[in-house]
């Protein structure tokens, strides 16, 4: 007979787990750069706002204080994922506790989150994702508690919770509507009769409500982002794609989810949480009918692998079984590794999946959001070029005599973000830009006579070569890897005419920031 840990023994293997999980995302977190979007949340963190163009208030809000306290490096930037990927091994492990599974099931669901793919890479990078995980698994577990101890403080925590988890992301709706579905048809209706339930909807609701003012005063740009990314990325997913997408999301963790939502669903152990497991699966479909991206689902998972692990718990009583589960996940992970963790350089990594692309047929990892594949996934594209972009724009900023009449404008928010966050060590000013939440920030009216401007694009266009009688060429992103390869900078000058009064002819023509 196996002698259980003892419950020190237990925190101990959770505490390195966690550790090991934090660890292993700081120790490459420099063997790319900044991802795209990471410069643009930076760039939020510049311009507090109690609302964004495609985001709620709340990464920004986190990336000021980043800013505030340490400053806009990489190291900065991938810190706080990290850090939260740690805590997210305990809250899973206290999941499982709550679940009544023993500390072998403990210790293993901390391994299915350290495996985990979307750990591994949402984790990495700042963006709303990662909290996003985070806060549908903590919510799970209010409910959980709230079920388990019937104390109504948890439904008041759930309502505060709840309401920052909605200025995180939006896609927080598909859980909420999956569990009010199931709670109401449920014998666990009794909820919506508790008072420090609608006190927590209430807190919930004054959370919220700042960004639904800044909604309504900004004519929803929510609606209008949605609109764009249907028409630009969702029309290129079906819901045959989103399936299998599944299966690169959760690789070695099928090994606990697969089992895991069965004995959710099914085993009489669980019948006290089995309507969690219902509103998982509501959501999921609702995302898949929806044709939502494959990583909205992320959230789910957490849960569904704390109760495979109290599967396999009760399955497995011999040591060596207990040891071959978590011994067999950690060695499959470790070939997968460098597609959802950049742990080698770009160069490396393309070819490394090149080979394993021909080798093995698969290769949907190399797809992009418009289903065009690539030699690295898309993350890791945006990645690269965004150091280059800023020195050879600081390069075209040292040409200019008159600092006072220049201007740096750049086509897209990828570029801007790059400018406004890695600039700042080569003294370059902010730039001006349409996309993104930079439209609420580019100035109407400039200060200044604008005799020399920096153009950056993929392109010169014809209408701003048109405006000076002086466009050259500085420089263009060389790495060929680059999702942003070929980006140009352009030193334009000697105005033929006022640019002051063809850039707010172009300010009115510009609605929106999509």
């Known amino acids: ?42 760039s939020l963190g510049q311009h507090l706002s109690t609302g964004y163009a495609s985001v709620p208030p709340f990464i920004g809000l986190m990336a000021w204080c980043m800013i505030h306290l340490f400053g806009p490096t990489l190291f900065v930037a991938r810190l706080l994922p990290a850090i939260f990927s740690g805590i997210m091994v305990f809250l899973v492990a206290a999941i499982v506790k709550e679940f009544r599974g023993g500390p072998y099931a403990r210790i293993l669901a901390a391994i299915g989150i350290l495996v985990y793919p979307v750990n591994l890479r949402a984790f990495y990078l700042f963006e709303p994702v990662f909290f996003d995980v985070f806060f549908w698994t903590l919510i799970f577990y209010i409910l959980i508690r709230w079920i388990n101890t019937h104390k109504e403080r948890y439904l008041l925590l759930l309502g505060i919770v709840a309401g920052i ?3 995180n992301k939006y896609s927080v709706f598909f859980q909420f509507f999956g569990l009010i579905i199931v709670f109401i048809l449920s014998s666990r209706r009794e909820l919506f009769s508790k008072r420090l339930f609608w006190t927590g909807i209430l807190l919930a609701f004054l959370i919220i409500l700042p960004n639904f003012v800044w909604q309504v005063s900004h004519d929803f740009p929510v609606v209008t982002h949605m609109k764009a990314l249907r028409d630009s990325q969702l029309v290129h997913v079906n819901r045959l794609t989103f399936l299998t997408d599944q299966l ?52 789910i998972y957490p849960l569904i692998i704390a109760a495979g692990a109290c599967f396999w718990e009760n399955l497995f009583h011999g040591k060596s079984l207990r040891l071959t589960l978590p011994a067999l996940m950690l060695l499959i992970t470790l070939p997968i590794l460098p597609a959802v963790l950049p742990v080698q350089n770009a160069r490396s990594m393309a070819t490394g999946f090149s080979w394993f692309q021909k080798m093995t047929g698969v290769g949907s990892f190399l797809r992009d959001e418009k289903g065009i ?6 993350d890791y594209a945006d990645m690269l070029g965004w150091d280059e972009l800023a020195k050879i724009t600081a390069k075209a900023y040292r040409q200019v005599p008159d600092k006072k009449s220049c201007l740096i404008y750049c086509e897209n928010y990828g570029e801007a973000g790059a400018i406004m966050v890695l600039g700042k060590k080569y003294g370059l000013p902010d730039p001006v830009c349409f996309s993104e939440s930079f439209y609420y920030w580019a100035p109407r009216k400039l200060e200044h006579e604008i005799h020399t401007l920096i153009y950056i694009n993929d392109e010169p266009g014809k209408d701003v070569q048109a405006l000076f009688a002086d466009f050259r060429l500085i420089g263009k992103i060389s790495d060929t890897l680059a999702r942003e ?14 640019f002051n009064a063809a850039w707010e002819k172009r300010v009115r023509q510009v609605r929106s920031p999509f």
């Open 373 to 378: 594949y690539h030699s690295l996934p898309q």
């Open 1 to 42: 007979m196996v002698t259980s840990p003892s419950r020190k023994d237990n925190l101990f293997w959770i505490f390195l787990i966690a550790l090991a999980n934090t660890a292993i995302h700081l120790c490459f977190y420099n063997t790319l750069g900044f991802h795209r979007d990471e410069l643009l949340y930076f």
């Open 248 to 299: 690169f999301i959760l690789l070695t963790s099928l090994f606990l989810v697969l089992p895991g939502i069965i004995y959710l669903l099914f085993s009489t152990k669980m019948k006290d949480w089995r309507l969690l497991g219902i509103a998982c699966i509501l959501a999921f479909a609702i995302l898949m009918l929806l044709r939502g991206k494959s990583y909205y689902t992320a959230g």
């Open 165 to 167: 988890a909605v200025m």
């Open 485 to 498: 390869y070929g980006t140009s900078v352009y030193l334009a000058s000697r105005p033929r005419n006022s």
